[in-house]
């Protein structure tokens, strides 16, 4: 029996314990990241955008704020997957490096990504606009800012980011949505219904005291309001509203004021308190409510209360399912619109342009100079249950909007319009047969159509429920698709990407058996390494120059180093250091670090310089340096005093996707580093100049040094070929591996990159490794810079020291 004595103790142990046990559960739960949770979670932020008096609204000066603030509302989801952050700014727009200067700033803010982030404005006249690119070529010209002095808006950049970091630490669960549709009686109408002859006479604005054009047709229009919220049980948390109108009853008041949209916006609000309610405008290009609005100023509130009535309907209208975390999803399209060449007359003549022209005119170059340097604009798709969720730039005419319900009719489509604001007003191809005042002022040209409704289909086909990330799935002998559910799996994944690769590059030739002979021919004394001259055959005839550096410290093996350089004359040379391009000396840096380091020629540069592929046995020069640089590998292992098991790879530029090449077919190489040497294919865009010059934007990569099979084989088509390179990077894995990827960088646009980590990231978490991948993003152009070199032979050592 156990005395009473004892009975007491044991009793104060269980109690000690289970307190213990609560602790821990508490210490656990109450600093876990949202991410790390199950299910759906959302955190809400709303700010006040209204600049100060005295600032410049777009087209006026400020001298009052009205009853209502300006607002810039907005949620993050969280879910699988890196968060996701969706905007809306009572602004007129936020156009080109505005829009990446947003992104970025909110993506850091709720530990996302760019590419997982949309800012959109809901169009008032009387509110701000916003272009830093504007900015700069006004500055640039000695022209004042006016309207596009930036300072307000990066002060609201602070201020969101605060308002997200805030909201994070108030993150609700989702277990149901909301999805409902109402039609608005009275208030849009299409702008563009007086024609003659096929050719539009008069636009039918957003007010209209002409009683012809008020009685005329209402047109082509998006009646429904569509409502998507987000509920924890019976407790709203967000409501997002769509439709599509030009916002104006009245402007050029000189007083701030979020118009109709924003008064029936904040109706609701008053209705259902306890949802944060964000409003985007729809593909409104050519819809306003000039039919139902004779620019009285009391119509705003007519108009706005016959939103609100559309929006209540839409909300009693409202049908609530349970979601989970696989019910979630998000993807991205590159949109690279063809463009007008007149835009660039504007740059002539915006000496002469008043602060209104202005204003209409910089968002349209900033936008063309962008575009002509090769950046896209990125279109996105939010899948949620059922519903599905489309972000797009510019003023798009509501035909888009329109053709996307009609792609997907088993699906609840909606469309947010006003994104990206450079591309001014985006119309059908038949429209622009037809002029307008849309048509005219328009920066891109009548086959936008076709590249747009291509990207909103693909997006809306490949955003399904319960379909397996396409990293993580594989194809059997016969062609069908599994998921891959274990290592043994990932491998035929694996195999799978290196076949791919040589579809385009050609085989890989089976290496000698025979150990290769290594020729000094010359060498220099230096401080903590020698360097070596050296030569071989990696095969019969296909002789290799390199430096072989070697540590003086001789007491153990010594880890090794295939570092390749990028492209130029110099070849080799560029990496130790003797040549005037600068931030490019990895190889000797590594060799005074402890490293053997090797650093071949690539053929056609440094003693390759004459090197001819056109009688060689390889179908690429990518496949050529793929096996000398196996070859190197062969190299570094038959040295007596180096670490079989301890090589990685280096490289920039060229070296950058060289690395990822040789890497992928050489399993020996235990750590990867590529420095500005890849993004995703179709999101690769040398600039329109270069893209001239070898005929397609993918020409660069099809020259006969590296991969011709691209333009002889596959037409130059980022769809046709059969391998990206967020696969190459994928099939490293579990190695570690380190991207140099800088954010202005010309030649690897960083929104591919950054699209392409977050597929990779998946593998990697998939084999337990992610803490094996790191990604850094300096604010530099194509280049290494010396703390990121630093930073990266850290990254080096710890796996191989």
Not at 392 to 401: A, C, I, K, N, R
Not at 524 to 541: D, G, L, M, Q, T
Request: hydrophobic share 35%.
């Amino acid at each position: 029996m156990i005395n009473n004595k004892r009975l007491k103790v044991m009793r104060m142990q269980f109690v000690f314990l289970l307190l213990c046990i609560a602790g821990s559960t508490f210490s656990k739960t109450s600093n876990v990241d949202p991410r790390e949770k199950r299910g759906i979670r959302i955190a809400t932020f709303d700010v006040d955008a209204t600049p100060p008096i005295g600032s410049r609204l777009t087209y006026d000066p400020m001298i009052n704020s009205g009853e209502q603030t300006l607002r810039a509302k907005g949620i993050v989801l969280f879910g699988e997957g890196d968060p996701i952050v969706l905007c809306s700014v009572d602004w007129i727009g936020i156009a080109n490096e505005s829009q990446d200067a947003f992104k970025e700033a909110m993506a850091e803010a709720a530990g996302t990504i760019p590419n997982r982030v949309v800012v959109h404005t809901v169009h008032q006249h009387d509110a701000p606009i916003c272009d830093f690119t504007a900015e700069k070529i006004l500055k640039e010209n000695n022209i004042p800012a006016g309207c596009f002095d930036g300072t307000f808006a990066r002060e609201l950049i602070q201020r969101l980011q605060s308002s997200i970091r805030l909201s994070l630490k108030d993150v609700k669960e989702v277990t149901e949505i909301g999805i409902g549709s109402a039609e608005i009686h009275q208030v849009a109408s299409n702008r563009r219904v007086y024609k003659k002859e096929g050719r539009i006479v008069t636009m039918r604005g957003s007010s209209s005291k002409d009683s012809l054009l008020r009685s005329m047709p209402e047109g082509l229009i998006d009646p429904d309001v569509s409502l998507v919220s987000f509920w924890n049980e019976n407790t709203p948390l967000a409501v997002l509203s769509f439709y599509a109108t030009h916002p104006q009853s009245y402007y050029l008041t000189k007083t701030t004021n979020p118009d109709f949209p924003g008064i029936a916006r904040f109706l609701r609000q008053l209705a259902v308190p306890d949802a944060l309610h964000v409003h985007f405008n729809g593909a409104g290009g050519n819809v306003a409510a000039g039919k139902y609005n004779d620019g009285s100023h009391e119509t705003r509130f007519i108009l706005a209360k016959r939103m609100a009535d559309g929006m209540e309907r839409a909300w009693n209208n409202t049908q609530k399912f349970s979601v989970q975390s696989e019910d979630l999803g998000w993807d991205t399209e590159n949109l690279l619109l063809p463009y007008r060449d007149k835009i660039k007359k504007i740059e002539t003549t915006m000496n002469q342009m008043d602060s209104r022209l202005l204003a209409n005119n910089m968002g349209r170059l900033g936008w063309y100079k962008r575009r002509v340097a090769g950046k896209g604009i990125e279109i996105a798709c939010l899948r949620i249950h059922n519903a599905r969720l489309l972000f797009m730039p510019g003023e798009l005419f509501v035909e888009y909007q329109l053709a996307a319900k009609k792609m997907a009719p088993d699906h609840f489509v909606a469309m947010a319009a006003y994104g990206d604001y450079g591309p001014f007003y985006i119309g059908t191809e038949a429209a622009y047969a037809e002029g307008g005042y849309e048509i005219e002022s328009s920066p891109v040209t009548a086959e936008s159509e076709k590249l747009i409704l291509t990207k909103i289909k693909r997006l809306l086909d490949r955003n399904k429920a319960n379909q397996p990330r396409e990293l993580l799935t594989y194809k059997d002998r016969s062609g069908q698709i599994f998921p891959v559910t274990n290592k043994k799996e990932w491998e035929k994944k694996r195999e799978e990407v290196l076949n791919n690769m040589q579809l385009v590059m050609g085989k890989v030739p089976p290496r000698q058996k025979k150990k290769l002979h290594v020729i000094y021919t010359d060498s220099a004394v230096y401080e903590k390494y020698v360097r070596y001259s050296i030569n071989f055959e990696a095969a019969p005839s296909e002789k290799v120059f390199a430096y072989l550096y070697r540590p003086k410290n001789k007491s153990m093996l010594s880890p090794a180093m295939l570092a390749l350089h990028g492209t130029g004359i110099e070849g080799k040379k560029i990496i130790d250091g003797v040549t005037s391009i600068k931030n490019r000396a990895y190889a000797k840096e590594l060799a005074e670090r402890g490293y053997v380091v090797i650093s071949p020629d690539y053929p056609s540069m440094g003693e390759l310089e004459n090197y001819d592929f056109a009688n060689d046995r390889y179908d690429s020069g990518t496949m050529k340096g793929i096996f000398n640089h196996i070859s190197c590998v062969d190299i570094l292992q038959s040295l007596p005093y180096v670490d079989k098991k301890r090589i990685g790879v280096i490289g920039h530029s060229l070296g950058g996707h060289n690395a990822l090449f040789v890497a992928a077919f050489d399993p020996r190489i235990k750590v990867i580093v590529s420095s500005c040497g890849w993004t995703l294919m179709d999101y690769y865009h040398p600039g329109e100049q270069v893209t001239a010059g070898y005929g397609g934007r993918l020409g660069p990569w099809a020259q006969e040094r590296y991969m011709p099979f691209i333009r002889d084989k596959y037409n130059l088509d980022v769809e046709k070929i059969p391998f990206d390179f967020d696969e190459i990077i994928a099939s490293l894995a579990p190695r570690p591996f380190y991207s140099n990827s800088p954010v202005s960088d010309l030649n690897f646009s960083i929104e591919g990159v950054r699209k392409g980590i977050s597929h990779v990231r998946e593998v990697y978490r998939f084999l337990d490794s992610e803490d094996h991948l790191k990604i850094v993003y300096p604010q530099a152009s194509h280049d290494f810079p010396s703390d990121i070199r630093e930073d990266a032979y850290r990254f080096i050592d710890k796996y191989l020291k």
